[in-house]
Nanobody, 123 residues
């Protein structure tokens, strides 16, 4: 089992940047592919980005590709989401998730979830 704690959310103006972190504890972090998801008010949780266990493969939803970068540091048991050129439509609670298999975009395939961190982008 793995425990996940997100941090780094906040309020930022459109065009600004934030870096989210997700710290993992418990079992070997490098055994897990990691995903970032977000949920805006009144909407379902949606895929943002995923990264493979060794960090060699990443995949993004079209709306963030070129603006967001997912990375991981297995020595620090942490996955990151660097968000640049933020837009008001990026406003949501952001969650990290882990699965003990390959990177996927489907939230139903993830076994462990953090509590979320709020990102608010003002226009």
């Amino acid at each position: 089992q793995v425990q996940l704690v997100e941090s780094g959310g906040g309020l930022v103006q459109a065009g600004g940047s934030l870096r989210l972190s997700c710290a993992a504890s418990g079992r070997t972090f490098s055994a897990y592919a990691m995903g970032w998801f977000r949920q805006a008010p009144g909407k379902e949780r949606a895929f943002v980005a995923t990264i493979s266990r060794d960090g060699g493969y990443t995949y993004y939803v079209n709306s963030v590709r070129g603006r967001f970068t997912v990375s991981r540091d297995n020595a620090k048991n942490t996955v990151y989401l660097q968000m640049n050129n933020l837009k008001p439509e990026d406003t949501a609670v952001y969650y990290c998730a882990a699965r003990e298999a390959g990177a996927r975009a489907d939230a139903k395939l993830y076994d462990y979830w953090g509590q979320g961190t709020q990102v608010t982008v003002s226009s």
